[in-house]
């Protein structure tokens, strides 16, 4: 035998009723909004140096051909706390390593912004590389994706701390 929207309704109104003494013994649980002032970003949020690598990466070397090639980098960056960064990195596209002797030797300069979200841009001079990015974990880490046409990367850098011995 199928419930009638009768027998529904009176199910859901005994339900409500059997929950106010729960409400009235215990409260109703309150929203709090959370003081975020603490947690706001500046470009002096990125200082020193992060390690990053791409977790995935394409790159299409001829445009007018839809074949992509994988494409992925890893490098240092260090950023000045004003705006600007310097870097290294080595590049593997489709298999083959960048021309440079020792490896990390494609330097990296560039600038970058961040809002006071944690959301802000990296670009790199030398390439003309763009990145959207987002600082998480209180400046620790940083998620990238490049917004370059005929390419496509995520990025992860994670801040390089030393400990003591």
């Known amino acids: 035998m199928k419930p009638t929207l009768s027998t529904l309704l009176a199910v859901v109104v005994l339900a409500g009723l059997l929950g106010l003494p729960i409400i009235a013994e215990f409260g109703v649980p309150t929203a709090l909004a959370q003081?975020?002032?603490?947690?706001?970003?500046?470009?002096?949020?990125?200082?020193?140096?992060?390690?990053?690598?791409?977790?995935?990466?394409?790159?299409?070397?001829?445009?007018?051909?839809p074949r992509f090639v994988p494409d992925v980098a890893a490098g240092l960056i260090t950023f000045d706390g004003?705006?600007?960064?310097?870097?290294?990195?080595?590049?593997?596209t489709n298999g083959d390593v960048a021309p440079e002797t020792?490896?990390?030797?494609?330097?990296?300069?560039?600038?970058?912004?961040?809002d006071s979200d944690c959301t802000g841009s990296i670009t790199e001079l030398?390439?003309?590389?763009?990145?959207?990015?987002?600082?998480?974990?209180?400046?620790?880490?940083?998620?990238?994706i490049q917004t370059d046409l005929q390419e496509s990367r995520t990025l992860e850098f994670k801040?390089?701390?030393?400990?003591?011995?």
């Open 35 to 65: 003081d975020r002032t603490q947690d706001a970003c500046s470009i002096a949020s990125l200082h020193g140096g992060y390690g990053f690598n791409t977790l995935t990466g394409f790159f299409r070397p001829d445009e007018n051909k």
């Open 159 to 165: 801040k390089i701390t030393t400990r003591p011995r």
């Open 102 to 114: 020792p490896p990390f030797q494609f330097a990296l300069v560039g600038t970058y912004t961040l």
């Open 82 to 92: 004003a705006g600007n960064f310097t870097g290294k990195a080595t590049d593997v």
């Open 126 to 144: 030398n390439s003309g590389t763009h990145l959207e990015i987002v600082v998480v974990d209180n400046g620790t880490e940083i998620e990238a």
